[in-house]
């Protein structure tokens, strides 16, 4: 008998036959002798409805208000679940985040989870139960909900996986695995069979949506096998595991993108000890994650400084960097939001060079110009106009021939 935690996002249970088609797949696994934790995100574009309402009742939102209520979307599909499984004639139970407990931050709309009380789910277990959990959601040492951002649901699957020792933690999605790349963008994409967390941290935390970043993170720190795949066909996915030597025969394994980038400069910034500090400790205060940084250098001891914000936070972060820019006698800050970051990754990178320049050549191939450029061991990113990010994709993952498998690193540069 294994312990098997299962999550369905929201396009798996979009309505109630789905809702029912869910259930039967799991208590075609739970019939197998397995114990069942299941996950649930809000039906689709339950979330976005909630985040309309508050929208048009107030211009920036309470963010625990907001937590009250988006949280409410998993709320329904853990109750309509277990009655589908009860009308099946097996026995289920719903839980919300505060009645498991998962503790989380007080950081609303985008806490961490800080601890997993598993009594109660083992409890249940032990009865024979299907446990049903709301995903997304926790809640803080006063009480108070939280939830945890967007793709939140992945982390509480895999959180949960970690806390009980489960066997195996599965999540179901509208696609069949992790693809070289987007499969709507590039028609020869191909569905990889093994991933490092390494490299899929590096896809989640450029673009892919396939998992959160704070799911894979979690999986790699508590050693949580993963398998994504659809919830629509019983075809193998990807496994996202711990990292091969055959791994690194491929050079570069995906190419991915974000347009949920915006571009900040603060202009004519003292050059002086502190400065940067004044200027990031109230992004970082007001919870806006910064990714690239670029300073450049003018003349009488002034510089300007350019980073990326997610395009969410681009009006949040304008304002408090207008009351900085005052304080410090920077000139002005401006912004865009018509960027978007392309990237390569593969755990191959690390022992080879010339990878970063053969990206650069063949963006340059295609009249695409970069404007600025981050990499670690295993990737490559660039910030270019939004516009080109379909035609960089394509060029990308032609050139390094991800169509293909088992390609020797030596032909993909």
Not at 243 to 256: A, C, H
Not at 260 to 283: C, H, M, W, Y
Request: with cysteine.
């Amino acid at each position: 008998m294994a312990l098997i935690v299962q999550k369905f996002g929201g396009t798996s249970v979009g309505n109630t036959d789905k809702i029912k088609a869910v259930a039967q797949r799991v208590l075609s696994c739970h019939k197998q002798g397995n114990q069942m934790v299941v996950v649930l995100s809000a039906m689709s574009g339950e979330t976005d409805r909630l985040i309309g309402l508050a929208r048009a009742v107030q211009q920036m939102p309470d963010l625990r208000e907001m937590d009250m209520l988006v949280s409410t979307g998993e709320q329904v599909t853990v109750s309509l679940f277990a009655m589908a499984v009860k009308e099946a004639g097996s026995d289920a139970v719903s839980l919300l985040g505060d009645q498991v407990t998962i503790q989380t931050t007080n950081m609303h709309t985008k806490a961490r989870i800080k601890s997993i009380d598993s009594g109660r789910i083992k409890r249940h277990l032990d009865d024979g139960k299907i446990v049903v959990i709301a995903g997304f959601q926790g809640v803080t040492e006063e009480g108070d909900i939280t939830t945890l951002g967007r793709g939140g649901s992945d982390t509480t699957a895999v959180a949960l996986a970690a806390a009980l020792k489960a066997d195996a933690c599965e999540i179901f999605t509208d696609v069949e695995g992790v693809f070289t790349t987007d499969p709507n963008i590039c028609a020869r994409a191909r569905k990889i069979d093994r991933i490092s967390y390494d490299e899929m941290l590096e896809l989640a935390s450029l673009g892919a949506k396939v998992l959160d970043i704070r799911s894979v993170g979690l999986a790699k720190r508590y050693k949580v096998p993963v398998h994504v795949r659809s919830t629509f066909t019983e075809n193998e996915g990807t496994w996202v595991v711990e990292e091969d030597k055959n791994m690194e025969s491929m050079l570069v394994s995906g190419v991915t993108y974000n347009k949920n980038e915006a571009r900040i400069t603060i202009s004519k910034v003292p050059d002086q000890p502190g400065v940067a500090a004044k200027i990031f400790l109230p992004i970082s205060d007001a919870g806006i994650v910064v990714d690239m940084i670029i300073q450049n250098t003018r003349a009488g001891s002034m510089t300007d400084l350019t980073f990326t914000v997610i395009r969410s936070d681009y009006d949040r972060a304008m304002k408090l960097l207008e009351q900085v820019a005052a304080e410090i006698n920077a000139e002005s800050v401006s912004g865009a939001q018509d960027i978007a970051k392309v990237s390569i990754v593969g755990v191959g990178m690390r022992n080879h060079s010339g990878i970063a320049s053969t990206m650069f050549q063949i963006l340059a191939r295609e009249g695409i110009n970069i404007m600025m450029i981050s990499t670690s061991e295993i990737k490559v990113s660039c910030i270019i106009e939004e516009k080109y990010t379909e035609l960089a994709i394509r060029a990308l993952h032609e050139a390094f021939a991800l169509d293909k498998e088992n390609v020797p690193a030596e032909e993909q540069v």
